[in-house]
């Protein structure tokens, strides 16, 4: 069974900052896309950062120079560093990977962490 379990978040004051982490474990081939999203309240889930396999990647234009996005592919491990957090910033995050089984002939992109809640406020 495959599983991703985030860890990080919290509270934290304006201007501070936070790492996210999210490890893939169980039976899998391969992770191409590997993603972090987050969802504030009443609002829709948004794309926050991405990177592929090969380490490039893409961000939202609203987190773009204060967010990085990492990957381990040794440790099927992907990270959200985050510098210069804003209120709006606050939400909760969740990571995203798409994900080849064994016996799979398609990269399945509806893995999903658990969610960790981020909250930006003095």
């Known amino acids: 069974q495959v599983q991703l379990v985030q860890s990080g978040g919290g509270l934290v004051q304006p201007g501070g900052s936070l790492r996210l982490s999210c490890a893939v474990s169980g039976s899998i081939l391969s992770i191409n896309v590997m993603a972090w999203y987050r969802q504030a309240p009443g609002k829709q889930r948004e794309l926050v950062a991405a990177?592929?396999?090969?380490?490039?990647?893409n961000y939202a234009n609203s987190v773009k120079g204060r967010f990085t996005i990492s990957r381990d592919n040794a440790k099927n491990t992907v990270y959200l560093q985050m510098n210069s957090l804003k209120p709006e910033d606050t939400a909760v995050y969740y990571c995203?990977?798409?994900?080849?089984?064994?016996?799979?002939?398609?990269?399945?992109?509806?893995?999903w962490g658990q969610g960790t809640q981020v909250t930006v406020s003095s």
């Open positions: 995203n990977a798409n994900i080849l089984l064994p016996g799979g002939s398609y990269y399945r992109d509806d893995y």
């Open positions: 990177i592929i396999s090969a380490g490039s990647t």
